[in-house]
């Protein structure tokens, strides 16, 4: 009886262990007709067009629509994206939209988080738009969640 208690009891940890465990899902629609959908994370291309699921924090990945854009998005309107849980107030995900050189404006461009903090987001229609960064200090364009398990769509010339 003993054996079989000892059973349950680790099934029911790994459950709620499982159950408990942070995951993050990046999504790509691409009505361009062109181009190819990149996520990129530390140099390391996650997605090409995919949707990807990061099973635990995704930081400082960057995401952008290859229309002959440099490796890490040069010359492309690029998003940037954090997706974590928080664990105090302020800390959860953020994302953005950058055309700080070497960065510019090649498509339009729009996020939004779904599964949490749904209907903030931000577009980028024209290379004058007001919600990407356009230099350091543009820090008012960051679209945060205090979600846990936030999700990200990311849509490209809607």
Do not use: W
């Amino acid at each position: 009886m003993f054996a079989t208690l000892r059973v349950i009891v680790l099934v029911a940890a790994a459950f709620a262990i499982s159950a408990q465990a942070e995951t993050h899902t990046v999504t790509f629609t691409n009505l361009c007709g062109t181009g190819t959908p990149l996520l990129k994370a530390n140099g390391v291309t996650l997605s090409t067009g995919g949707a990807y699921t990061s099973n635990g924090p995704l930081s400082g990945a960057i995401a952008y629509l290859d229309v002959g854009c440099g490796d890490n998005g040069e010359g492309c309107t690029m998003v940037e994206t954090t997706l974590v849980n928080p664990t105090t107030a302020g800390s959860g995900s953020s994302t953005d939209i950058t055309l700080i050189s070497p960065h510019s404006f090649s498509v339009t461009t729009g996020f939004g988080y779904y599964n949490g903090c749904d209907g903030a987001g931000a577009d980028c229609t024209s290379a004058s738009c007001s919600t990407a960064f356009h230099s350091d200090g543009d820090t008012g364009v960051q679209v945060a969640c205090q979600t846990d398990n936030v999700n990200l769509a990311i849509t490209f010339c809607d």
